[in-house]
């Protein structure tokens, strides 16, 4: 779908530098090489763009035709061949100017071609006696290999040949091997044309592994024959042709090796033909050149194997009267070969393809080398119009309306001369300018699906590029670099330009500028040579000849290989990435690979863009190979549905959303204020049922368009990204019912059911209600929800027949509810509620119905109970009513408790049932000794005591046993010792002072302050520690921030920190919180738990070395503020204790110690919370960025005091 159109031509005239005639061409980089011969005297003069004639060597050596030479830019030296075998270096030193004779041969020299990658030289010798030989040379000229050609050779034809792959069975091996046996098949036998003039030729393929000699072999009449042969790298033949009938001279391989191309002369039909061949030699299929072409004198194929250029013989011109060959360019595409483009040749001219710029042509006669720079364009608009040129064939494809394959047309015209520009409007006109001079203006017919030319322009000057102005007007670029207007018939001159490279629309191309078409006043200046533009306002983008795509002179992506504009919209395509840029903004920002929002697309390697349809909402792509591909970008496809809903076209938008699996959420996300207003114009619009249940169950409670569908048109790429992985801000709570509950209203019943079964939560029951009344709704219920969750539904709502329609519509089995169902009915209200739910396993639901049931006896009801653990439930429905089951239901529950180890509510239980004793024992397991004491009597009082004391001081409930100690034991030395444990120091400087225990009491005191004292040092030692710690992880951290996660061992110099074949998790995973950053395994969901336990224990462990070890730290310091805070309280006590003792030596340690714990936390709180920004920020499971809440600095306690 894409033309070789005429970009920049540019001559080279020899005739002022040198009187001599041009002989030869040869280009090494950007310097031209050109050999100059008249008689002896042979000159060599090198030529670059940017200095002209830089250098020129010439000497008088030989009157001896010169066959070939080669240039070397880097080595300033030029390389001769002559026809009689001398080999000559023309150095171009600075003050050398002589030629060396590297190399002779005594025999005449053919032909000579050097391997691509100069380092081989293949020359083809002969004499009178020998025939031909091929010799290998290298570089420097010394002998490699060589090989003489005999009719011995012909015989490797016969001979199958491998190719490097597969089975002989499945490879081609010639159209004769694999026929239909009922046709005759006449094999040819390589008869010799009229026209060979026994010449030879030479081809290297492009990787310089193989050569193709094409000679003809005439030792005898039986022998004569012309063939291609093989030959590997080393000289050693690999293959030879099959015999083909009229084989000529001229041989071209295919640079990428595909194809080996040979020409033919004509048969019957006096039609010449180009064969080609695979390596094997084996012929696989043919190009037909038109009828009446010149003798084909050379093939050449483009360096990236594009185009392959058939050159012909010289012809009359009637315009002009001079003889001038033509050149035939072919493009392959689809295996469909197009003959593009027609170019005239200089007279008398050599035509060779530049070896380093695919697609410029190079032709030289004895004056003027000629260089012709050609592009492949797409001639399409953004309604789709396509058309393609073959030759005079011109074939037109709506893509818009018919997606026609290639290398078929919707519709096809035949012209008188062939066609060398084509373009198309923006209706359904196209327009051709032809070779002689013809412009012609064609029409499409959709529906006679038929090309009609309209009108005719005969020019005197051959067109060079020919458009379609926004008026309608056809402007046309001639070859003499004017620049003409048709229209209505009539023609007018607009102005003389430069040579325009591209010429579209209202504007034109030269070198590097933009000019308008009606004024000639410059748009813009790229600074470099431009393919294709767009100007959008005061804006203009360019494609760069280097693949850059240019935004007013600045660049903006790099690796472009095509683009295309829309009103909205600049499409381009990379290696395999279709990518959009906004055209209403004022900074247009190219998205990146890896975006995943609306403007990056992931198409097939080297697709190039053909068209671009927005009322379709489609992209036309066309792979390598040619064929076409339609695409639906969620770009363009996301605006219609905005436009769409922008209209109130919910029908439309909800259609594209269907068939473009567009989440339906968008509708109402858009524009939630808008679609609550219109919600019946809404319904009304989207028709059926189907559609509306289709929309209703597609609703979530997420703002689509903060998350999946950001418009990228409106805020910048930054913030899209940021708002496409924030589930945060895209989450919209109670959306969907408060969605359902507003529409409701106007939906029919079917869709209302649908309604309450998809709220959140789903409201079954009412769903189940509604439905009730028609079988239909209820199968349609049953659509929405498991079949067995309506069933415990009905159940539950105690409607068995409700249940059995359930049943039957679900088709259950029969057996599974038929004897449940029939039972119920023969029982009463309570006992059929009681089994349902027994049914149903709602057992607190059974409950009150067993109660309630007045058939129910005490012992089921206590059975039941019992059962299923349903004391407290029971027991509350039981109290007030009087029967007899409540205190037996006491008791169970009471030793249920005891079993539990719940003493205190046991002990309430059996108080309740008037067991005084049970309730004791009870309360003294529990350590409840107040409620004990007060059930005892004065008998058993003291043995009570005890045991309370012994559960007190085992529990360490100390200030407990200090009070039984002292006032119902008497024990006041244990009751003193007790105090002071439970750091009651009043009670125990009372207790003491009352019955003169001050022993006692100072032995307790310094058993506290040592305590105290132990503390206070621990938590000293721990500020001091963890501080040293913590500034050691945070200069490492800086220092070396891959080695953070393992401080103590640095990484070895040798080791990748990148991810290994087994895991892809880095060096750098140590800063996510995500487990496992692999693919999913069978085995993913248990690993990826068990190491998410394993990272929940390292950060409550705090292991030295991981990233969670400042974390830990942090948090151990304000556990530690928490600790001393608690104490405080005690500790003040105990100092104020000290004091009233006199033990004032203990009182001032503990004051200091503890008032410089407070003052060393105090100066370093700080120093510990200061977090930078960069340590708060985590990566959840799914890899995206969330930022923790930075730790609040706790406040410290007050200091103590004496």
Same mark, same amino acid.
């Given at each position: 779908m894409r033309n070789l159109v005429p970009y920049v031509v540019s001559q080279l005239n020899c005739a002022d530098e040198c009187p001599f005639p041009l002989v030869s061409v040869s280009i090494d980089e950007s310097t031209v090489f050109c050999c100059f011969q008249e008689g002896p005297i042979i000159a060599v003069h090198a030529w670059t763009p940017s200095s002209s004639w830089i250098a020129a060597v010439e000497i008088e050596y030989a009157e001896d035709k010169v066959v070939c030479i080669k240039g070397n830019a880097f080595a300033h030296s030029c390389v001769i061949v002559l026809e009689n075998g001398d080999i000559l270096e023309a150095d171009f030193a600075q003050g050398c100017e002589q030629m060396t004779v590297l190399h002779s041969f005594n025999k005449k020299v053919w032909t000579c071609e050097w391997s691509p990658d100069g380092e081989i030289v293949a020359v083809v010798l002969s004499d009178e006696q020998a025939g031909f030989e091929l010799v290998l040379l290298s570089q420097s000229f010394e002998f490699l290999s060589s090989h003489t050609f005999s009719d011995t050779d012909l015989a490797l034809a016969e001979k199958h040949v491998t190719v490097g792959w597969g089975k002989r069975e499945t490879q081609f091996q010639g159209k004769g091997m694999k026929r239909d046996p009922t046709v005759q098949y006449n094999p040819q036998s390589g008869v010799v044309s009229t026209m060979d003039d026994a010449s030879v030729s030479v081809c290297w393929r492009g990787d310089g592994e193989f050569l193709v000699v094409n000679a003809r072999l005439d030792y005898s009449e039986r022998t004569t024959r012309r063939a291609l042969f093989v030959f590997t790298r080393d000289g050693q033949l690999s293959s030879v042709s099959e015999p083909v009938d009229f084989l000529l001279p001229s041989v071209a391989w295919q640079p990428s090796g595909q194809f080996i191309a040979a020409a033919c002369a004509p048969n019957d039909d006096k039609q010449y033909t180009i064969q080609l061949f695979e390596r094997n030699g084996l012929k696989r299929t043919e190009i037909s050149l038109p009828i009446g072409l010149q003798k084909p004198t050379s093939l050449q194929w483009s360096s990236n194997s594009a185009v392959l250029a058939v050159n012909t013989g010289t012809e009359n011109s009637e315009e002009s009267g001079t003889s001038e060959g033509l050149s035939y360019l072919f493009v392959m595409k689809n295996w469909r070969w197009y003959l593009k483009h027609v170019t005239s040749e200089l007279e008398n001219a050599v035509t060779r393809w530049h070896p380093e710029q695919p697609y410029t042509l190079v032709q030289h006669n004895m004056e003027t080398v000629k260089f012709s720079t050609y592009q492949l364009a797409s001639q399409t608009n953004d309604q789709g119009l396509a058309a393609v040129i073959d030759y005079t064939?011109?074939?037109?494809?709506?893509?818009?309306?018919?997606?026609v394959p290639p290398p078929m047309s919707f519709a096809n015209v035949s012209l008188p001369a062939p066609v060398q520009s084509v373009a198309c409007s923006g209706e359904d006109r196209v327009v051709a300018a032809l070779i002689d001079g013809t412009i012609c203006d064609i029409k499409l017919d959709l529906e006679e699906e038929e090309l009609t030319i309209v009108s005719e322009y005969k020019l005197l000057v051959r067109p060079r590029l020919v458009t379609f102005a926004a008026n309608g007007d056809i402007i046309v670029s001639l070859e003499t670099n004017v620049l003409m207007q048709l229209s209505n018939g009539q023609a007018e001159i607009l102005r003389e330009t430069d040579q325009i490279s591209v010429l579209k629309g209202d504007y034109y191309l030269c070198k590097s500028q933009l000019f308008r078409v009606?004024?000639?006043s410059i748009v813009s200046d790229f600074s470099q040579p431009v393919l294709d533009f767009f100007?959008?306002?005061?804006? !203009?983008?360019? *494609?760069?000849?280097?693949?850059?795509? /240019?935004?007013?002179?600045?660049?903006?992506?790099?690796?472009?290989?095509?683009?295309?504009?829309?009103? !909205?919209?600049? *499409?381009?395509?990379?290696?395999?990435? /279709?990518?959009?840029?906004h055209l209403n903004v004022s900074n247009p920002v190219v998205p990146g690979d890896d975006e995943i929002n609306e403007q990056c697309r992931e198409i097939e390697r080297g697709s190039l863009l053909v068209s671009v349809i927005p009322a379709n909402m489609s992209v036309v792509l066309q792979a390598p190979r040619g064929n076409l591909e339609t695409i639906y970008p969620r770009m363009l496809v996301l605006n219609k549905i905005r436009e769409c809903v922008a209209s109130l076209d919910y029908s439309r938008a909800f259609i594209e959303c269907k068939t473009h699996r567009i989440d339906m959420n968008l509708l109402y996300d858009l524009d939630p204020k808008q679609f609550e207003s219109n919600v019946q114009l809404v319904v009304e619009q989207l028709r059926s049922e189907a559609n509306i249940d289709l929309f209703l169950s597609s609703l979530e409670d997420v703002d689509v368009t903060l998350t999946k569908y950001v418009d990228t048109g409106k805020t910048s790429t930054e913030d899209n990204t940021n708002a496409a992985d924030s589930k945060e801000q895209g989450k919209r709570p109670e959306k969907v019912n408060q969605l359902l509950e507003f529409i409701a209203p106007f939906i029919p019943v079917t869709c209302q059911i649908t309604a309450l079964a998809l709220a959140h939560p789903p409201k079954l029951a009412e769903a189940l209600e509604l439905a009730s009344a028609s079988p239909e709704h209820v199968k349609h219920l049953l659509f929405l929800s498991d079949a067995q969750q309506m069933y415990r539904v009905a159940l539950t709502a105690y409607n068995p027949r409700l249940a059995l329609l359930v049943a039957q519509q679900a088709?259950?089995?029969p057996k599974e509810y038929l004897p449940f169902l029939k039972a119920r009915d023969s029982e009463s209200e309570y006992l059929s509620k009681f089994n349902?739910?027994?049914?149903?396993?709602?057992?607190?639901?059974?409950?009150p119905n067993l109660i309630n049931d007045p058939e129910s006896s005490d012992s089921s009801i206590v059975e039941f109970v019992k059962h299923h653990e349903l004391y407290v439930e029971a027991l509350q429905l039981l109290r007030g009513t009087g029967r007899e089951c409540e205190s037996k239901l006491l008791e169970m529950q009471a030793e249920l408790l005891l079993r539990s180890s719940n003493y205190v509510k046991a002990g309430e239980n059996y108080e309740a049932l008037k067991d005084n004793q049970k309730a004791i024992d009870a309360y003294v397991l529990g350590g409840e000794w107040r409620r004990a004491i007060a059930l005892t009597d004065s008998e058993n009082r003291k043995e009570v005591a005890e045991r309370l004391v012994e559960v007190n001081e085992m529990n360490k409930h100390y200030e407990g046993a200090a009070h039984i100690y002292?006032?119902?034991?008497?024990n006041y030395q244990k009751a003193v010792e007790c105090y002071c444990q439970c750091n009651a120091f009043d009670d125990a400087v009372m207790?003491?002072?009352?019955?003169?225990?001050?022993?006692?009491?100072e032995t307790g005191l310094r058993e506290s302050f040592s305590s105290f004292q132990e503390l206070i040092s621990d938590c000293t030692q721990q500020v001091n520690s963890q501080l040293k710690r913590l500034r050691d992880i945070r200069l490492k951290r800086d220092e070396n921030v891959l080695g953070f996660d393992n401080l103590d061992n640095d990484f070895a110099d040798d080791v990748s920190v990148a991810g290994t074949e087994t895991t892809n998790a880095s060096a750098y995973t140590r800063y996510t919180d995500k487990s496992s950053t692999g693919?999913?395994?069978?085995?993913?969901?248990?690993?990826?738990?068990?190491?998410?336990?394993?990272?929940?224990?390292?950060?409550v462990r705090g292991k030295k070395g991981s990233v969670y070890e400042e974390d830990y730290l942090i948090a151990s310091t304000a556990r530690l503020v928490e600790r001393i805070t608690t104490n405080r309280k005690d500790l003040q006590a105990l100092i104020s204790t000290l004091a009233r003792t006199n033990l004032l030596v203990y009182t001032n340690q503990l004051v200091s110690g503890y008032n410089a714990l407070i003052a060393l936390l105090d100066a370093n709180l700080d120093e510990i919370y200061s977090i930078d920004e960069k340590s708060l920020i985590r990566y959840d499971a799914s890899g995206h960025e969330i930022k923790v809440e930075k730790p609040k600095k706790p406040e410290l306690p007050e200091t103590v005091h004496v």
């Open positions: 064939e011109v074939g037109v494809t709506p893509l818009g309306f018919a997606n009606a004024d000639g100007v959008s306002g005061p804006d !203009t983008y360019a *494609l760069a000849r280097n693949g850059s795509l /240019l935004f007013n002179s600045r660049v903006l992506a790099q690796g472009v290989t095509s683009m295309f504009a829309t009103s !909205t919209h600049l *499409l381009f395509t990379t290696l395999n990435k /279709l990518k959009f840029i088709q259950m089995d349902i739910d027994v049914y149903l396993k709602n057992y607190n639901r059974a409950l002292a006032y119902f034991l008497n207790i003491s002072r009352l019955h003169n225990l001050n022993d006692v009491l693919t999913a395994a069978t085995n993913a969901t248990r690993r990826t738990l068990k190491n998410q336990r394993r990272q929940e224990r390292k950060k």
